[in-house]
């Protein structure tokens, strides 16, 4: 009888403060699914290589129905799938793009199909690019689901509100972050444990609009645990960021950034 009351209280005072929100009507497995749908389709023979159009037809009004039903919840007047739909061949272009570099910039892969069907950092990539279209078609909450399912599967943070150009090349790619207002630039390359991040968030929702995060200019490598970070922070093309480095100001073009080396000893153990 104590057990009852007792629970009876403690479920009182959790559930009496129930708000009415409208991401409450959302399916996010619906959402997720859609991403899936549309990977499907950018990548058809990958994942289907003895489908054929009617197999194709299918999963895309599959898409349809779920972009429908996630748009409407968002918006009073959301875009129509036919706006979303008409952007793929683009972000076809895209995503191959970033295969190429992937496939390229990895001696240990085997074929640009190994990189499609098992590349952590390009599930995180094909997650961002399909995130970002809805993002900028003002679906943000899908977009944002959609994201953090990636990140979730990956390790590899990155909003779906920031820019990205052609030929973006993720390696390994564990504990990668990437903020909503960063700009990236074409062929650039992380490694695993990249931060391009703000400075500070002390004063919380002021900063909201304001370009927080850095500009990664076009072919610029960053290597594993290095932190870049400041709306103002500008990485000249053509540069180079060493591992573990911690940036907070500006480099030009075709800078080398690296730590100077430590103290380390190296000595011969007993035997």
């Known amino acids: ?10 479920l ?17 497995d619906g959402i997720r699914e859609f991403y899936e749908d549309i990977r499907e389709l950018l990548f058809f023979n990958a994942y289907h290589p003895k489908g054929d159009m009617e197999d194709a037809w299918r999963i895309s009004e ?3 129905e779920r972009f429908t039903s996630f748009a409407q919840k968002e918006m009073q007047n959301p875009p129509s799938f036919t706006a ?19 496939y390229e910039g990895d001696p240990a892969c085997r074929s640009c199909m190994e990189v499609i069907l098992a590349y952590p950092g390009f599930i995180a990539i094909s997650a961002y690019r399909i995130a970002h279209l809805l993002f900028t078609m003002g679906l943000s909450f899908p977009a944002r689901v959609i994201s953090e399912y990636a990140h979730s599967r990956t390790g590899i943070d990155i909003h779906p509100g920031a820019s990205i150009g052609p030929s973006f090349f993720i390696d ?13 630039g074409e062929g650039v390359k992380l490694y695993q444990g990249v931060t391009l991040g703000g400075i500070s968030l002390k004063e919380g929702r002021a900063l909201c609009g304001v ?10 490598t ?17 540069s180079v960021i060493g591992s573990n480095v911690f940036l907070l100001e500006s ?15 190296v000595k011969e153990r007993k035997k």
């Not at 009888?1 to 209280?9: A, H, S, T, V």
């Not at 564990?174 to 207002?181: A, D, S, Y």
């Not at 370009?211 to 610029?220: A, G, L, N, W």
């Not at 960053?222 to 053509?238: C, E, F, K, P, R």
């Open 251 to 265: 480099v030009p073009p075709f800078s080398l950034v690296r730590m100077k080396s430590g103290d380390l000893e």
């Open 62 to 64: 599959r898409a349809k």
């Open 222 to 238: 960053i290597y594993a645990g290095a932190s870049i970070l400041g709306g103002n922070t500008v990485i000249g093309h053509d």
């Open 172 to 184: 390994h790619g564990t504990g990668i972050v990437i903020g909503e207002t960063t700009i990236i």
């Open 12 to 28: 009182d005072e959790l559930l009496k403060e129930k708000e009415d929100c409208p991401l409450q009507a959302y399916s996010r």
């Open 211 to 220: 370009k927080r995060h850095p500009t990664i200019e076009d072919r610029v």
């Open 84 to 102: 979303f739909y008409e952007e793929l061949p683009k972000l076809k272009r895209l995503l191959d793009s970033d295969v190429v570099s992937i």
């Open 1 to 10: 009888m104590e057990n009852k009351e007792l629970e009876e209280r403690v």
